[in-house]
């Protein structure tokens, strides 16, 4: 069977930093370090006025277009997955579309767009969507674009308001892909769960403590779907793992989770025996609380060892450098997680050719996803070709005051006008209201 997976990634961070151990913390009195050590996160990016899902998904896609020497007629899919979508009808991909037909001679005419809704494991749902419908041969030879795009605010000063961020993430899904090779093998877990929603209104509704359980809960039961259908999970195989990231503390929980489930019953478990016992099992106990309790006071003496330090910091530390640095991008987040990855591989000199990653994604309401990927010879290439460090360092720096304005501006309800922080060039830049209420969009050479 042909290979098939991501050919190419580009990645467009919102123009805007808010810096949060600084300017945030600062202003919410709180302790810097709760967003350091706890939450993991140094910055979030933000939208500017003229920027929102639209521009972000369109910047990354002409890039990855215009670098790969890609026409509209070698695109036959435009798959958007975001949470932030402002039409609950016309899809984001249709606007993406007519932005980047401004800039090509030809046009999308062929191509079946669409736009997937799962929360943040969408991104990785149209991934799976593009992968199957190549697979099938319906593609007459062309590649799928799709984009993980994402406001994510949250109302101001709700808890959810420390791990925000905006970004886009453009992946070319492809026959013999340059970047890695999906798998077919899956694993999923999937509940009716009520942790984190937005019933028609724009901002989420989040149980915040809840949702990092039902995060556990699904990429737990994924993790064993998997090992079900024959995958790997034996955390030491994978050069890489990354995991869905709202924010690196998490991502922390997931990975001490899925080590300790991933080396039950191997000879991982029983070399760490010696230092930590074996892990406990559930016909030694008489209830569930019990049992719970002897598994918890197992994974902190597991999360201490060196074994676990020296894995957590070689597989699972790497994916979190961009993260760290633009807070969560819901759908996306998963995907500049494998970016950062590869880029640090790249950055060390690390030869990955053939090397696995073992990817979780999830989405909240609540399903996770375990899937495996192989890195590709072209994979150097690819990654050395993102700009992603010069758009992070170009940012402009928020204030207080103008991170307020921000979140403003793109509040749906809000009709104030407000002043561009930036000045747009050589982008899609948003450009008012049509007749029919549309969003408006303009390329600005
Ligand atoms: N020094 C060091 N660490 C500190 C600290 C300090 N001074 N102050 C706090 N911390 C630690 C806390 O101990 C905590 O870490 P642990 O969980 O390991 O104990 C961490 O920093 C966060 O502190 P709090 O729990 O006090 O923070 P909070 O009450 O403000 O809420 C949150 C955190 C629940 C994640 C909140 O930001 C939120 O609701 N976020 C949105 C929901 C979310 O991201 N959920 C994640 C799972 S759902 C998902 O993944 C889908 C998605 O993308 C939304």
Redesign the pocket.
Known sequence: MTAVGIDAIEIRAGKTRLDLPGTFAERKGE?P??YT???GLHASSFPDVYEDIVTMAANASKRLMDRKGLQPDDIGRIDVATESAFDNSKPVSTYVAGCLEQVYDGDFNHANKGERKF??IAGTQSLNDAYNWISAGRNRGRAALVIATDTAL?ERNE??E??QGAGAVAMLVDEDPSLVELSAQQGFGSADET??LKPNQQFPS?D??R??Q??LARMREAMEDFASAEGDVNPEHFAYIPF?T??P??VR?AALLGYRNGIRDTDIEDALAEEIGHQPRREAFDDDESYREALSEYADALAKTDRYGEWYDAVIEPTLDISRHVG?W?TG?VHIARVSALKRAADEGRDLVGERLLVGS???GAQAEIHAETVCEGWLEEIEALNIDEQLDARYELSFEEYEMTHDAHNHDDEGEYDELTVPSDEFAFDGWGRMGERKYRYVS
Do not use: I, W
């Open positions: 302790d370090e709760k050590k706890g939450l929360a943040c949250y808890p959810g420390a791990t942790d984190f989040v915040g403590k949702s990092m039902v995060y869905h709202p924010f503390g998490m929980k969560n819901y987040s999830y989405g909240s």
